[in-house]
């Protein structure tokens, strides 16, 4: 990968070297951390990138006044921070409500922003309209599909189906009670084994958790004896427990007021949406995905939720008022996840047209979740398209917080166009890769000084086991922020 050939400013006299702010920082992964989310495959799609354009390059003239005592001529502009509101009807911008519940805990060791607010504004709406559309489990897990499924509980017939209850007060998920045959498919019952534990957790205050999760006389416990000896006609009698006691629950209020007291998310609960979201559209045409077209820039993996939290929480520190950009997104898995969990503008951009269509099934699905769930997220905004030229991306830029790049694969050409991309970011903002935008052992010198990689300050990090998709091995990774200070301090020096 390499930035724009450096250019030399005529008359300059030598200085001697700066060398290049490349820090390292290992952080700690869990290294049990599931894999969530299938791959993202290969893409096929072809970019024609740029030459490096010589003419975009800092703006380091102004700043270095000629012999004569006259300003020189100016290279370029920095860009201006164009302003971009968020569409969201999810409220990043209430005012600051209370302090954190007690019992809230958020996915890395980072304090949550306090003005977010976590419930969905429309939990006890009787607008259904976000949750009519959804895909149901049943559609997708179904002895209908007999090659694929079948009966979870052979010995009692009638258990073939039930309705389960959310913490939305009208929103119910249909489910079939089938098990899949092949072991990497679809799992009903591991589904709604998850939905409960999560609301059993994070959506209840103590005394009904503790009942709920008794470990002998607990309905949770009593649904997993149920499973274990294969009675179905129990296993349904206690889901219809369940649901009249979530309906009372949010009826009355108690999980309404258990969520007016959280600002963030547990990761667990995250995952639950992702996975949800992901099962019921990307992976019932994950087929569409598996062309690519190797030693282009059509080549990539999945970064996973939980790397993926460590980024947006203890990297980055991003907050509701944020701005976050990936390029290169995919199905959208990471745009979705930042939108969920930190609460901001989350933006894509994906040049291959079946991710693309893919991503937008997401985005509808995600929107239904969110609204069973009774959660907000962000707004979010899908891009199709080259990035390097897509306008709405490039106007975005200039007011992100955050930018994700998934670099791994990545022809040194389009490295190179990043760059480029990257004059336009607002000071202060951060760029996470998997590969460095500045050269090892690079150094400011009098001949590179225009060189766009100079205004990056770049810390060199460490993820650990089950943070990528294609392979559990460690790896390093980047995070660069926007800083001209270095930049214009040796132009001054000059």
């Known amino acids: 990968m390499g930035p724009f050939d450096y250019i030399q400013k005529k008359g300059s006299k030598a200085l001697k070297p700066q060398p290049a702010q490349i820090r390292k920082e290992i952080i700690s992964t869990h290294p049990h951390a599931r894999k969530a989310l299938s ?18 390059q800092p703006d380091l003239a102004s700043l270095h006044p000629s012999k004569s005592g006259k300003q020189g001529p100016k290279k370029r502009l920095f860009s201006a921070q164009f302003c971009l509101q968020s569409d969201s009807d999810d409220d990043t911008s209430e005012e600051t409500l209370e302090a954190s519940s007690k019992r809230s805990r958020v996915s890395a060791s980072v304090e949550p922003a306090s003005n977010r607010q976590v419930r969905c504004k429309k939990l006890f709406s009787e607008d259904e309209e976000d949750t009519r559309n959804m895909v149901h489990a049943a559609e997708i897990a179904t002895l209908r599909r007999p090659t694929k499924y079948k009966a979870a509980f052979p010995n009692d017939p009638q258990a073939t189906n039930i309705l389960l209850h959310y913490p939305s007060e009208l929103a119910e998920e249909r489910y079939e ?9 679809f799992k009903p019952l591991e589904d709604i084994k ?8 994070h959506y209840l205050p103590p005394t009904e958790t503790s009942m709920l999760k008794d470990d002998s006389h607990g309905l949770l416990r009593k649904l997993k004896r149920s499973i274990d000896r294969r009675y179905g006609n129990d296993y349904v009698k206690l889901i219809e427990e369940w649901n009249d ?25 995250i995952e639950r949406i992702l996975t949800q979201t992901y099962s019921r559209t990307v992976s019932l045409h994950v087929g569409l995905l598996r062309h690519y077209e190797n030693g282009t820039d059509n080549v990539y993996g999945e970064l996973l939720p939980k790397f993926i939290s460590s ?9 509701s008022t944020h701005v976050f950009v990936d390029l290169g997104s995919g199905v959208g898995n990471v745009v979705l996840q930042a939108a969920l969990e930190i609460g901001c ?4 951009c994906e040049m291959m047209d079946n991710a693309c269509d893919l991503a937008e099934l997401q985005e509808k699905e995600f929107r239904a979740r969110c609204r069973l769930w009774g959660v907000s997220a962000g707004s979010v905004r899908l891009e199709r398209g080259d990035f390097l030229e897509n306008v709405a991306i490039g106007k975005v830029l200039k007011t992100a917080d955050v930018v994700l790049v998934n670099n791994q694969a990545f022809t040194p050409e389009l490295n190179e166009g990043l760059i480029s991309l990257f004059l336009d970011l607002k000071e202060g903002c951060q760029i996470v890769s998997l590969k460095s935008f500045v050269p090892s052992g690079h150094k400011i ?11 990056l300050d770049v810390v060199e990090k460490r993820y650990y086991s089950a943070c990528v998709s294609w392979t ?4 390093t990774y980047y995070v660069s922020t926007k800083d001209s200070s270095k930049v214009k301090l040796f132009a001054n020096d000059m």
């Open 311 to 319: 980024i947006l929480r203890r990297d980055t520190k991003m907050n």
């Open 445 to 455: 010198t009098s001949r590179n000084l225009y060189r766009a990689c100079n205004v």
């Open 345 to 348: 503008e989350s933006w894509g």
């Open 472 to 475: 559990d091995a460690p790896g």
């Open 39 to 56: 791959s993202k495959p290969k893409r096929t799609n072809t970019r024609t990138v740029p030459a490096a354009d010589k003419t975009r």
């Open 245 to 269: 006691r979530i309906a009372m629950l949010s009826k009355d209020g108690t999980i309404g007021k258990v969520l007016d007291g959280l600002h963030s998310l547990d990761l667990r609960l």
């Open 194 to 201: 998850e939905v409960l534990e999560i609301i059993a957790t």
């Open 177 to 185: 009670l089938v098990v899949p045959i092949q072991s990497d498919d």
